[in-house]
């Protein structure tokens, strides 16, 4: 840096085949370099022509600075200061204009969803066409190598077209999280309760037929944390909390799925409050032993309220079992975590879309079932001292010392022709349903799969524990399993 300015000072002495201004812009540069400014920054649409000339490091900020105080134009006055040339204010209002231009261009394109959807459904067919074809037995053989090599190079495309049809159904969880602002708004002023919102990832893009189901949910969510969740203000202040309650609505993206979190730092939930109820309710056996996440699932329970007084926001015995069965119907989950007194987080997992499935496929004698991943948790050979039949509750599996309802899946679904009719000889596969798990006994395990949703149609429709259909890759229809539906069956 010394340097640098040791040649600022230097300037009378300098040859004059070189205008001075030029040499003290040269100068200018290179002192911010010796400071370390050299990364060239991004020119926004809206920069002004100061702001792209200092960026471009044509002049510093402080000569920047002494040409705003003018009531010139700043080119004009940076001119008659000597700091620039004439051409290089032109060439900076010419990088503006470009600049402009570009940002007016990028123009979106309104198309209908159901030409969307039939796109996707396409999309559906080419992927399972390409993995028919490469499964074909023919090209097992040697002499097909390349063609081999070519069909796997197909599929890398069609992958890419599907993620591209998908992204073009992703729309930003932005409006619905501004619906919520404004609900809570006039939730707080309704309520005499001050609240801050917070909003933390609203451009996270979620499947557009999930967006319009989610409303409702979140709704509900917003009005238990106004209402149960943040105290009165007086009743804040005693508790050494600011009078000014928090909420935040989160959204984030972690392993193909969509968490959306809604977090106060209200009075939390009385976990024995709600165990007494349940008691009352005959929901829980007294003395019972039950997790935090057990005891704050009964809230999901259909009519369960603990709200002292019935008011028009809650109270009513309905919303908590409405949110589940929603989110349970967009193949989602809710969990509950809250600590008495410093607050709670309701968060609700999603899949990306309702049009694809991760899944796990399954054989059960000659058919194959499609078991979808975010509901399992494990799978496992018992041994035959694991199962146990516990009276009025049926058959049990042993796993780690929990006992875990039996599921025989070859007895629910009907399949005449399984394999195995004893659990430790087969495999047993550990769901999570409403926040219990599960055994569902399998033959055997295929391996995992994204498959494309098929609707089976108004004939098949309401089909307990089956959500749909796929075709797999040898061109043979496979059923995707409703976890919650098969636990009901049982």
Do not use: C
Request: overall charge negative.
């Amino acid at each position: 840096g010394e340097s640098v300015r040791g040649a600022k000072e230097n300037l009378p002495n300098a040859p004059l085949s070189l205008p001075r201004a030029n040499i003290e812009r040269l100068v200018n540069q290179l002192a911010l370099l010796a400071e370390g400014e050299g990364a060239v920054e991004e020119i926004q649409p809206g920069d002004r022509i100061g702001d792209i000339l200092v960026k471009t490091h044509q002049i510093s900020e402080n000569q920047l600075e002494q040409a705003l105080s003018q009531q010139k134009p700043v080119g004009q006055v940076l001119v008659d200061m000597g700091a620039i040339d004439e051409g290089s204010v032109e060439n900076a209002l010419r990088e503006q204009e470009d600049r402009r231009k570009k940002a007016s261009a990028t123009t979106s394109l309104k198309v209908d969803t159901e030409k969307l959807d039939s796109l996707l459904e396409l999309v559906g067919e080419l992927v399972i066409s390409q993995s028919i074809v490469i499964q074909d037995e023919a090209l097992a053989d040697e002499r097909n190598r390349g063609l081999h090599k070519s069909l796997s190079n197909l599929g890398k495309i069609t992958k890419n077209i599907q993620d591209h049809v998908m992204s073009l159904r992703m729309v930003p969880l932005r409006q619905t999280f501004q619906k919520m602002s404004r609900l809570v708004r006039d939730l707080s002023k309704k309520m005499g309760k001050p609240v801050h919102f917070n909003m933390i990832g609203e451009d996270t893009e979620i499947d557009k037929t999930l967006i319009e189901e989610l409303n409702d949910p979140l709704v509900h969510l917003m009005r238990n944390a106004l209402d149960h969740g943040i105290e009165p203000p007086e009743e804040r202040v005693a508790a050494g909390k600011s009078s000014e309650g928090q909420v935040t609505l989160a959204a984030y993206h972690k392993g193909g799925n969509v968490y959306i979190e809604l977090v106060d730092d209200g009075k939390g939930i009385d976990r024995n409050k709600i165990l007494a109820k349940g008691v009352e309710r005959g929901m829980v056996t007294p003395g019972q032993e039950m997790t935090d996440a057990e005891v704050f699932a009964l809230i999901f329970e259909a009519g369960f309220s603990t709200a002292a007084k019935v008011t028009d926001v809650s109270g009513r015995g309905v919303g908590m079992d409405v949110v589940r069965s929603n989110i349970d119907r967009l193949g989602g989950r809710v969990e509950i975590a809250s600590e008495l007194g410093k607050g709670s987080t309701f968060t609700v997992k999603l899949p990306l879309t309702m049009a694809i499935v991760d899944g796990m496929i399954v054989r059960i004698g000659g058919e194959r079932f499609i078991i979808p991943t975010i509901s399992i948790r494990e799978s496992i050979r018992p041994g035959k001292e694991e199962i146990s039949t516990v009276k009025r509750e049926g058959e049990m599996i042993n796993i780690r010392g929990r006992l875990l309802p039996l599921i025989r899946l070859h007895q629910i679904l009907q399949v005449q022709n399984a394999q195995f009719t004893n659990p430790w000889e087969g495999l047993v596969i550990i769901v999570e349903s409403d926040d219990k798990e599960y055994g569902l006994m399998v033959d055997d395990l295929l391996g995992q799969q994204q498959v494309v949703i098929k609707s089976l149609g108004p004939r098949f429709r309401g089909l307990p524990g089956i959500s749909g259909g796929t075709i797999l890759g040898d061109g043979r229809v496979g059923l995707i399993l409703d976890v919650s539906g098969v636990v009901t069956m049982n």
